[in-house]
């Protein structure tokens, strides 16, 4: 019977993984065809790898892999730019070769004088991470798997240790955090969710500065939750105000509540904990088989309807219900739950009011007719949830110079039931 497998990744006396040039010649071209163990051991040295030692121990797996050298990047919180590890200068995401495909697609660069580049996307589930471009000498199909497998790989380590990794967090940032800002964006989920039937992304600014906007979405097999919150003010207060009511929503969510109870759930944790507090949002449901979205409604902004990249005039827009918190307490009635059916592509935008209430640079305010031809031209080119929200919120900050005066929140739902996204 032949005897186990080698360790390929086999350690010095200090611990550190070897790569080929520190293993016999026969050894090495061994372990170079070998992918699958040499991913495993990748797997079981990353746990206790902390994250500035992470590129090292990429680039030493690669080179068993048969590649030259790896360069990951992690797209910044406004997703503008690129950041690599500490030691190298930042890639713009629109205008640099390393910019990433908005198709989610795989690309390969060829340089005359130089390697292959295969470049793919940094996934966590359906929310882009950044970028990650490996060079080769050649291509062929089990380095093009390889390939994949590492970026994968590369993503879920990234996506774990930011958990905890000031280092990660650090490198994805490009100003300095308020601590409303900071208490807020601890609790937020991913950017974005979903996949096959059903896609939710947001996009919050000012991305440094927020006061109480917030959101949060969630997937079950039949079912997207998504919620979008408009706390009072722009202070510490309206970040725990915002913080306290995601507390009360996953909370009531993970009970299995319906919508009524949900909300007012959210309703009894504010009015008991910040009774001088309040926000205004939706709280959403659509059934992933029928395409039924059910929302309530409390004093927020109607939800807009987007078919064939056109926006339906007031297709959702139905009573609004008192703010969350303690105006719904004092309200004592029960939560109405709209219903409409949607259509196969159908795109549901829910927003908060600094986004109307943006200025052109006219000093005018934007409003629902400025911010619904932004939308159009945002979803007309056909892009994929996440980009044509990306590309919607990049326009509206710059035509405020950079500067917002209120914080403006976006969280797109879209309704895919053949599995078409």
Request: aromatic content about 4%; some cysteine.
């Amino acid at each position: 019977m032949a005897g186990p497998r080698p360790t390929h990744f086999a350690h010095c006396q200090n611990g550190a993984p070897r790569g080929p040039e520190d293993l016999g010649r026969a050894e090495a071209s061994q372990l170079t065809g070998d992918g699958e163990y040499l991913l495993q051991d990748f797997l079981t040295a990353l746990p206790t790898t902390p994250a500035t030692k992470l590129p090292a121990l990429v680039d030493r797996c690669a080179a068993q892999l048969g590649m030259q050298r790896v360069a990951f990047y992690l797209v910044d919180l406004q997703q503008r730019q690129l950041t690599p590890p500490a030691g190298r200068e930042p890639l713009p995401v629109d205008s640099s070769p390393a910019g990433w495909d908005r198709t989610l697609s795989l690309r390969v660069e060829e340089i005359p004088t130089g390697p292959l580049i295969v470049r793919l996307p940094l996934m966590d589930g359906a929310d882009r991470l950044g970028v990650v471009g490996i060079h080769t000498r050649s291509l062929d199909g089990l380095l093009l798997r390889r390939c994949r497998t590492l970026a994968a790989v590369l993503a879920m380590a990234l996506t774990s240790k930011r958990a905890f990794s000031d280092r990660l967090v650090q490198q994805t940032r490009t100003a300095t955090m308020t601590l409303p800002a900071e208490l807020v964006r601890s609790l937020l989920p991913p950017r974005t969710i979903g996949g096959g039937r059903a896609v939710s992304t947001a996009v919050l600014e000012p991305a440094y500065e927020l006061g109480g906007d917030a959101f949060d979405h969630a997937l079950t097999e039949s079912t997207l939750h998504a919620v979008i919150l408009d706390a009072m003010g722009h202070n510490l207060a309206s970040g725990m105000t915002s913080a306290l009511a995601m507390a009360g929503c996953r909370s009531a969510r993970r009970r299995d509540a319906a919508l009524p109870t949900l909300v007012r759930t959210i309703d009894d944790v504010l009015a008991d904990w910040l009774p001088d507090q309040f926000c205004s949002g939706i709280a959403a449901q659509l059934d992933l088989a029928d395409g039924v979205l059910t929302w309530c409604n409390c004093g927020h902004p109607p939800p807009l309807l987007i078919r064939d990249h056109q926006v339906l005039d007031k297709a959702l827009e139905r009573p609004e219900e008192p703010p969350m918190g303690t105006p719904a307490k004092l309200a004592d009635a029960p939560r109405r739950v709209h219903r409409e059916a949607l259509e196969p592509g159908d795109r549901v935008l829910l927003y908060t009011d600094g986004v109307t209430e943006a200025r052109k640079p006219d000093g005018s305010f934007l409003g629902i007719q400025g911010f619904t031809d932004s939308i159009i031209r945002a979803t007309a080119a056909g892009e994929l949830a996440a980009e044509a929200l990306r590309q919607l919120i990049h326009s509206l900050v710059e035509g405020q110079d950079d500067v917002l005066t209120d914080d403006a929140t976006i969280l797109l739902l879209e309704w895919l039931p053949n599995g078409s996204g």
